[in-house]
């Protein structure tokens, strides 16, 4: 965490204590906030700036040319399994708690990926989720931008080999989601990849 941001939010912090009192209602700001997130139209929304920015400085968002931030919602829960219609008892339907082989928030940044294919997603948060949605705010790049092929701190991504990072599980929610972050026992398989040990890791 670079200082600029520790200030950023020791400052949003003291601010939220000053402003604990009986009017100032934090469930009902945030339900109210749920509510603008679910009503917005479509799933891929573009906005002008990120709602917390401490949190996304921390994932590498900066203020200035070529970053874009993308608002997506997905859906909660494990997905839509169809109910085998051969006799088997309910035990071995297979129908209840089945995961898919990636996250909620890696979803949502390959649905922002695939909405802006002249962008590449650097990271992405999550902001919040009510009982049908989830909702996470994308930082992207455009690796053509002369901003960002000057600024050292970001230029890598403008090589060949950050192409569709986010379809290939190189963010940090991708990584994360392969295992490649978790270390110890269990996680062996994981490296160096899934596919390299037989899909043997999930």
Not at 7 to 20: D, L, R, S
Not at 87 to 115: L, W
Not at 180 to 198: D, F, M, W, Y
């Amino acid at each position: 965490m670079t200082t600029a941001t520790k200030y950023i939010k020791q400052a949003i912090q003291k601010g939220y204590q000053k402003k604990k009192d009986e009017n100032y209602n934090y469930k009902k700001i945030y339900t109210n906030k749920l509510i603008d997130y679910r009503h917005r139209e479509g799933s891929i929304i573009k906005i002008d700036k990120p709602t917390n920015i401490p949190r996304a400085r921390e994932v590498g968002y900066k203020a200035k040319q070529g970053f874009v931030t993308v608002f997506v919602k997905v859906r909660k829960g494990s997905g839509l399994v169809r109910r085998p219609n051969k006799g088997r008892r309910p035990k071995r339907m297979g129908v209840n708690k089945i995961t898919r082989r990636i996250s909620i928030q890696r979803m949502a940044e390959q649905k922002a990926d695939t909405a802006y294919t002249n962008l590449e997603v650097l990271n992405s948060y999550y902001v919040g989720e009510d009982g049908q949605k989830k909702y996470f705010e994308i930082i992207m790049v455009d690796p053509n931008h002369p901003s960002i092929i000057n600024d050292m701190d970001v230029n890598w991504i403008v090589s060949e080999k950050h192409t569709r990072r986010a379809q290939r599980g190189l963010t940090s929610a991708g990584k994360r989601n392969r295992g490649l972050i978790k270390k110890g026992k269990g996680t062996e398989k994981a490296r160096p990849s899934n596919r390299a040990n037989l899909r043997k890791s999930k």
